[in-house]
């Protein structure tokens, strides 16, 4: 007869050993919902040059502030981030990047990825139409 182990009875948090990959799929998720409330932020931008000069006025004057342009910057970084995230995970999903060193330089890619393209949209933007208009 074989002695019996006690484990859990699903895995959790307090199982496993934190690592990258499993901190950056959680951001994964939590910039899928950020996405969702920046999209109405979008939408509210969209509505207001539809509507004239006025509501699109009020719109550029918050986006314009300070906290309006963190939540934009924000918005900037949840959606590369999401965008190198989701191509992670759909390569795992295709079988591949298993490895412990492809994993790992995915994992690194996605997150240094994303705060570089969020780098290089904001300089692109603020040379092409300016920060200050």
Known sequence: MTARIERPLSPHLQTYRWTLTMAL?????????????????LAWWL???ASGPGAYANVQAFTGSFIG???????TWALM?????GLRHLVWDLGY?????????????????GISLTILVWIVAYMTIGGGR
Do not use: C, D, P, Q
């Not at 799929?25 to 932020?41: C, E, K, N, P």
């Not at 981030?81 to 995230?85: A, E, F, M, W």
């Open 97 to 113: 990047g298993f490895k412990a060193n492809e994993r790992e330089a995915m994992t690194w890619g996605a997150l240094i990825g």
């Open 69 to 75: 342009r963190l939540i934009v910057f924000g918005y």
């Open 47 to 49: 509505i207001a040059a």
């Open 81 to 85: 981030h999401h965008l190198l995230s």
């Open 25 to 41: 799929s959680i951001v994964h998720r939590a910039t899928g919902v950020a996405l969702y409330f920046g999209t109405l932020l």
